[in-house]
């Protein structure tokens, strides 16, 4: 492992100059789950990095049912899984957080870094996109803001420039009759990254049987996780039974395009987009049907 | 659920059969016991080892000179830095060693041969500056075509390992090289005529991956070759003696100037018999002005670059009659060595039809190299691949015959007298003890559900099955040395040499104590380093309660002789007149116990110390049935083990809870290997999964309770009855759960793993 230089940034200035400054020779360091582990293996270098931790805005957590949730980039995920609100407003994200490493794992990770290390394979992104999550950017422009399933650009990319970084995750308010889940697979019952993970999310009608708006997302299928348009929008108006999650299951499965790599088969996976996304829809319409 | 216990006899024992904790307990949970990568001398500098990123390369050269300059480095060696042994022989474990291929496997010479093969090695002030002089070193490789499939490896165009090896053909030297390098065969009666005459025949090919044991303790060694020729060697490892004298040789240096200290391990399951680190820490100590060096493997060097063991191809046929005997049985066993000759697939080959009576018998066994890591032993060597290859075969033998898979291996089942396929006769063995108590247990008749529904509650995707399986292990008696020496408080300090790898400390101390006549808590037993007591084989093929124990037992009988003859001296009678019950000697009223005689130890004649040495060829074999329940997922492909129960015939249980612990940990390593463990290669010999996160052992989320039950069948050759424990329940779970998937779902998985993407396949979906 490399020595490197460490600052404790104090404020989104100070942090944003750093970074425009160093350029590609620093990153930033939230919960360091991925990024200490990447230098320690000789997988990333970087001559400094940067804390955020000591950043009041990017620790906040807060939520309503109005204006809905704000993450900032470095809560650690337990805080979100701990408080019964969030549970209720956002189940596939929760579900995500749930699966992400352990107890101490979670004491520790962040979705901020989750989602800036741009894995494909990372558990909280299918989540955040089919909530409608949007990132609240920082950079030496001012502020932006970006779609979730907009910002991995490539395997371990993001859509930041040199100078930016990421303050805070917003996701919107749930409609009424809302519901999602996220669902991975792997060969084992934990340590394992994702061979497929699959999330979706659901507004019914008040009857609960007929589906308004919905969205598919799928992990480890594709070089950045994917918004399946095609399947959510054959949601759309459609009957919540079978032969409707069938079909969109079917079409969610041809938008992943995966390839072969020791954790599993290009063809395992494909299969598996079709199973995990079935059983996910099941899953988040079941929960629509279960809130008001 | 808890284990249970069954005796065929039960003397009455007041040590053997209980349950202390272990004396070494307390330091291992609370930190403080000392593993090679604690041990800290002063001054001591930290090597890092350069592997090669080809499987197969010459090395046309080295140029060490950067790194050298590098301000920190205080060593760096290569290849030729080592003298070249030759062509010897040495015991190793329960097997035997080519010191040449062991010193060339340590450090390449003029070509790598596995990606990960040691090229170079520094040693530096800090591990950071080591790793940045690795960086400094330039090394031009002329890349060579890589061979990795065993079956690849045997055709006569394959690119070969080694151009001077040639087969030995069933005691035949061949004409060509090759890399095969052996072919053993075992035959006996007609097999072709047997299956011409038999009622049912099922011939299949099976393949099994690379694995690793996963023990959590990475290779480590530190060294001080001293400036007066002196070298003191600390490490992990399984076998302190054989080592001594694998660096000996390998350093060319006499055994008598290593001393070898073992310090705790953190499992070895016989990974750790051969040496890898510390002749390099040796060298680069000498190099760097007799400076004491550390060396410790990460994880990713531990999975590419120890010793793994073989992956294989099998193909059996088996033939019964009508009435359920099997008439004739035919293995041939294709076995990776990796990159030097020396796969356990003879050992295999003993382990293949063990379990049976079978007239008619061929077995065809081939050593093979290829460009991946040298195999090493693990836990019952060769013995997995064999028996998942002959219980698959025989279950579906059983399923055409409509026999109950247990009654099938009962109604074939060994016994004393009856002879092994590869040759030798068992003497009292328990194989149809250990199946009747299988077929018993409540497990097996409680009812399984065939299917479950999804998660989504809408598909009975998720389907049910049981499945049965044995196996068998030779076990091993060895020699071992030990000495005990009574304290004046009525004590016993008992000096070992057998590394304690399962609560050995414990089962030795045990034994001792009831020979003795003493309480368990007053033996303190200690692992010690090669000068300090006499030669030990490995800790390995199962031998250590065993052979160990034995040696423990007559230390007690000689310390109990001793006490007997000072009594008699304190009363005036002879020695033989004494009795001795439980720790109380006795003679015409007069009455002292062990602790009393001690006390007058030094009025009585001085010191009470006993020493021995002792080997016995009469271990006894043990056998194992297993059985398992499981679900699979019929849609995504993947397994949960439901509920296992383990029956084994263990001799005797000297500590119940450590027997217990050795047949579940074997059962949890055979699943493991049964459903997701596997080296995975790329085309050029790159092993892309040398991590704990993408080479899957099994978590503890992953396994259910393993209920065990101990069935004690002693042996005869043994004062309490002990038979090894450790390796057999290994041997049977990649069966049981090849069985218990095709219970569930009607397809038979010929390969191992059988990971979710080999499911889906086999089942169609993909
Ligand atoms: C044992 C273990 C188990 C794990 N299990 C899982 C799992 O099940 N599922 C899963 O998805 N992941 C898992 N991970 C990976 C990791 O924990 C998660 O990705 C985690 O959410 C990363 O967050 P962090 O705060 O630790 O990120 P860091 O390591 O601090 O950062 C990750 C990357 O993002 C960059 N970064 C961080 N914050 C910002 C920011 N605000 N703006 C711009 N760039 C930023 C960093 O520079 C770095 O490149 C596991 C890791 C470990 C060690």
């Known amino acids: ?292 | 659920m808890s284990g249970e216990n069954q005796s065929v006899e039960q003397p009455t024992y007041r040590v053997v059969g209980t349950r202390p904790i272990r004396p070494d307990g307390v330091d291992k949970v609370t930190g403080r016991a000392i593993f090679g990568a604690d041990v800290r001398l002063s001054g001591m500098l930290y090597g890092r080892v350069l592997r090669s990123p080809h499987a197969h390369a010459r090395i046309k050269s080295i140029d060490t000179s950067a790194a050298e300059a590098l301000p920190g480095v205080k060593a760096v060696i290569t290849g030729r830095d080592f003298p070249d042994p030759q062509n010897k022989v040495a015991a190793s474990g329960e097997g035997t060693v080519n010191l040449r291929s062991l010193a060339h496997n340590c450090i390449a010479r003029d070509k790598v041969l596995y990606f990960g093969h040691a090229v170079a090695a520094v040693a530096a002030t800090t591990p950071n500056l080591a790793e940045e002089a690795l960086k400094l070193i330039r090394v031009e490789y002329e890349p060579l075509p890589v061979v990795l499939d065993v079956l690849e490896a045997m055709r006569p165009d394959a690119p070969l390992l080694h151009e001077d090896l040639r087969t030995n053909e069933m005691g035949q030297r061949s004409e060509r090289p090759s890399n095969v390098a052996n072919h053993t065969r075992h035959e006996r009666g007609d097999v072709e005529k047997a299956f011409a005459e038999a009622a049912v025949v099922v011939e299949r090919e099976f393949r099994t991956s690379m694995v690793h044991q996963g023990y959590i303790e990475p290779q480590n060694g530190t060294v001080l070759w001293n400036a007066d020729g002196q070298i003191s060697v600390w490490c992990s490892t399984q076998a302190p003696f054989d080592e001594r004298s694998q660096i000996a040789e390998i350093l060319d240096v006499p055994v008598s100037k290593i001393k070898l200290t073992p310090a705790e391990i953190g499992g070895g399951f016989g990974g750790k018999l051969s040496v890898y680190l510390e002749p390099l820490a040796a060298m680069l100590s000498k190099k760097a002005g007799h400076k004491p060096v550390q060396m410790v493997m990460n994880r990713a060097e531990v999975l590419a670059a120890t010793g793994p063991t073989s992956g294989s191809c099998i193909r059996v046929k088996m033939g019964a009659d009508r009435n359920g005997c099997i008439v004739a049985a035919q293995a041939w066993m294709a076995y990776e060595a990796g990159a030097f000759p020396g796969s356990p697939v003879d050992a295999g080959a003993g382990v293949i039809f063990a379990p049976y009576r079978i007239p008619n018998v061929r077995i065809d066994a081939y050593d093979v190299v290829v460009n991946k890591p040298r195999a090493g032993a693990y836990r019952a060597p060769g013995g997995t691949n064999a028996a998942f290859a002959s219980e698959s075969v025989i279950d579906e033998l059983a399923e055409q015959l409509g026999i109950d898979p247990l009654e099938f291996r009962i109604l074939n089942g060994a016994k004393e007298g009856d002879r092994r396929a590869d040759g030798p006769v068992y003497r009292r063995i328990g194989f149809i003890e250990a199946a009747q108590a299988a077929q018993a247990h409540p497990h097996y008749s409680a009812p399984l559900a065939p299917s479950r529904l999804d998660p989504t509650g809408k598909n009975p995707a998720i389907k049910r099955g049981r499945g049965v399986a044995a196996g068998f292990w030779f076990n091993w008696g060895g020699k071992s040395s030990a000495w005990a020496s009574l304290n004046p408080d009525g004590t016993v300090s008992l000096i070992e040499g057998s590394p304690d790898i399962g609560g050995s400390r414990a089962s030795i101390a045990m034994q001792l104590a009831e020979s003795l006549g003493v309480r368990f808590e007053d033996v303190k037993p200690a692992v010690v380093d090669t000068d300090s007591v006499g030669y030990n084989d490995a800790t390995g093929g199962s031998r250590v309660t065993f052979g160990t124990g034995w040696v423990a037992y007559r230390l007690g009988q000689k310390l109990k002789q001793q006490l007997k003859e000072r009594a008699a001296l304190l009363w005036d009678v002879s020695p033989e007149q004494v009795q001795v019950e439980a720790g109380m000697f006795s003679c015409n009223g007069h009455r002292i116990t062990i602790q009393e005689l001690a006390a007058k130890m030094h009025e009585t004649g001085g010191p009470i110390v006993a020493g021995d040495t002792f080997e016995s060829e009469e271990y006894g074999p043990g056998f194992g049935v297993h059985i398992v329940d499981l679900e699979v997922d019929t849609e995504t492909g993947k397994v949960q083990i439901l509920r296992y129960t383990a029956a084994q015939d263990v001799g005797r249980a000297i500590h119940p809870s450590y027997v217990e612990g050795q047949l579940q940990g074997g059962v949890a390593q055979g699943i493991g290997w049964a459903l997701n463990e596997e080296y995975v290669y790329d085309a050029d010999g790159h092993l892309l999964n040398a991590s704990f996160l993408d080479y899957r052992i099994p978590t503890a989320l992953d396994l259910p309770m393993i209920d065990t039950v101990l069935v004690e069948v002693p042996n005869p050759g043994h004062p309490y009855g002990v038979r090894g424990v450790g390796e057999t329940p290994i041997v049977p779970p990649a069966g049981a759960v090849a069985n218990a998937i095709y219970h569930a779902t009607g397809v038979r998985m010929t390969t191992l793993p059988m990971s979710p993407a080999r499911i889906l396949e086999a089942l169609g979906k993909v």
Not at chain 1, 61 to 70: D, F, I, N, Q, V
Not at chain 1, 131 to 153: K, M, N, Q, S, Y
Not at chain 1, 263 to 279: E, S
Request: proline share 6%; glycine share 8%.
């Open chain 1, 1 to 292: 492992m490399q020595a490197f230089e460490y600052v404790a940034a104090t404020s989104v200035t100070q942090a944003v100059s750093l970074l425009k400054e160093r350029g590609e020779q620093a990153r930033v360091l939230s919960g360091g789950t991925d990024l200490l582990v990447q230098l320690k293996e000789g997988r990333r270098y970087a001559s400094l990095l940067i804390d955020i931790k000591p950043i009041p805005e990017v620790n906040e957590l807060s939520y309503s049912p109005e204006t809905g949730l704000r993450i900032g980039a470095a809560v650690p995920c337990f805080h979100l899984s701990n408080q019964a609100a969030i549970r209720q407003a956002y189940p596939g994200l929760i579900d995500a957080v749930a699966l992400i490493g352990g107890v101490q794992i979670q004491g520790r990770a962040t979705l901020g870094g989750n989602l800036s290390n741009a894995s494909p394979a990372a558990d909280s992104i299918p989540a955040l996109i089919v909530h409608h999550a949007v990132c609240d950017i920082a950079g030496p422009a001012g502020r932006r803001e970006l779609a979730v399933e907009r910002f991995c650009t490539a395997p371990g990319k993001n859509a930041l420039d040199v100078g930016e970084f990421l303050v805070a995750i917003r996701v919107p308010p749930p409609p009424a009759h809302f519901g999602a889940a996220y669902l991975r697979f792997i060969p084992r019952n934990e340590m394992d990254i994702a061979v497929v993970g699959a999330a979706a999310s659901v507004t019914l009608n008040k009857q609960g049987d007929i589906i308004l708006s919905g969205r598919i997302a799928l992990g480890a299928v594709a070089p950045t996780p994917l918004l399946a348009e095609e399947a959510g929008a054959a949601l759309a108006g459609r009957p919540a039974d079978a032969e409707m999650i069938e079909q969109v299951a079917r079409i969610a499965q041809h938008a992943a395009r995966p390839i072969t790599d020791m954790r599993g088969t290009a063809a395992q996976r494909k299969h598996l987009a079709y199973v995990l996304t079935r059983r996910v829809l099941e899953h988040a319409i079941e929960r629509a049907r279960t809130t008001t």
